[in-house]
T-cell receptor, first 114, second 111 residues
Framework: DTEVTQTPKHLVMGMTNKKSLKCEQHMGHRAMYWYKQKAKKPPELMFVYSYEKLSINESVPSRFSPECPNSSLLNLHLHALQPEDSALYLC?????????????FGEGSRLTVL | GQSLEQPSEVTAVEGAIVQINCTYQTSGFYGLSWYQQHDGGAPTFLSYNALDGLEETGRFSSFLSRSDSYGYLLLQELQMKDSASYFCAVGMNTGFQKLVFGTGTRLLVSP
C-alpha cells in the first residue's frame, strides 16, 4: 500500500466554522507533512511531524492547528480561517533516515473559505 | 532563504525531447528532487540527485551541478500524458525530507 489518503476531498467553510482535514498512510512512514498549495504555485511547507512529534512549524498562523494522534494519522484543525486561506492542502509522508528526496503525497483537500 | 527558479511554461510535440531547467540560490542542501503534478492531482516523485551528475530513470533523466547552482529534468519520447506541471525541490534536512519547491514549469505536449 503506497497511498496517502486525505479526507475530505473538498471542503467549504465559513470564517467562523471549525473543521478538520484528515490524512492517513499505512506505509510505516514516521515523518508526515502538511503543505499548502495555491493555484499555479508550488507547494509550501506548513508543518512536519517526525515520530509523532512536531518538528517544524513554518510560522503558520494559529488558526491552523496540526495534530498527529499516531504514526498513521495526521490531522489539520481549522478555525476562524480567512478567505485567503482557500487553497489545496496536501498531506505527505516519508521515511526517516534516508535522504531520498521522496515524499508520498495525497491527492489533497481543496478548501474554500467564504 | 532558498530560491529555485524555473521557466513558467515549456511547449513541445509528441516524441520530442524537452529539458526543464532549475537554477537555485541556496546552500547546504542535501539533494535535488523532481516532481510531476497533473491538474487536480498529487505531486508525484520522479527523480533525485544527491550527487552531481546524471541520473536516468526510464524516459526521465535528471542532472545536478552544484558548482553551477543548476539542475535540469530531461524528458524523452514525450507523450501527451506528460503534459503537467514539474517542480524541482531541494532537500534541506537530514532525517526527514524537508523540501523547498521551485516555482514550477507547466509542460504542454501537443500532437
Amino acid at each position: 500500500d503506497t497511498e496517502v489518503t486525505q479526507t475530505p476531498k473538498h471542503l467549504v467553510m465559513g470564517m467562523t466554522n471549525k473543521k478538520s482535514l484528515k490524512c492517513e498512510q499505512h506505509m510505516g512512514h514516521r515523518a508526515m507533512y502538511w503543505y499548502k498549495q495555491k493555484a499555479k504555485k508550488p507547494p509550501e511547507l506548513m508543518f512536519v511531524y517526525s515520530y509523532e512529534k512536531l518538528s517544524i512549524n513554518e510560522s503558520v498562523p494559529s488558526r491552523f492547528s496540526p495534530e498527529c494522534p499516531n504514526s498513521s494519522l495526521l490531522n489539520l484543525h481549522l478555525h476562524a480561517l480567512q478567505p485567503e486561506d482557500s487553497a489545496l492542502y496536501l498531506c505527505a509522508s516519508s521515511k526517516i533516515g534516508q535522504n531520498t528526496g521522496e515524499l508520498f503525497f495525497g491527492e489533497g483537500s481543496r478548501l474554500t473559505v467564504l | 532563504g532558498q530560491s529555485l527558479e524555473q521557466p513558467s511554461e515549456v511547449t513541445a510535440v509528441e516524441g520530442a525531447i524537452v529539458q526543464i531547467n532549475c537554477t537555485y540560490q541556496t546552500s547546504g542542501f542535501y539533494g535535488l528532487s523532481w516532481y510531476q503534478q497533473h491538474d487536480g492531482g498529487a505531486p508525484t516523485f520522479l527523480s533525485y540527485n544527491a550527487l552531481d551528475g546524471l541520473e536516468e530513470t526510464g524516459r526521465f533523466s535528471s542532472f545536478l551541478s552544484r558548482s553551477d547552482s543548476y539542475g535540469y529534468l530531461l524528458l524523452q519520447e514525450l507523450q501527451m500524458k506528460d503534459s503537467a506541471s514539474y517542480f524541482c525541490a531541494v532537500g534541506m534536512n537530514t532525517g526527514f525530507q524537508k523540501l523547498v519547491f521551485g516555482t514550477g514549469t507547466r509542460l504542454l505536449v501537443s500532437p
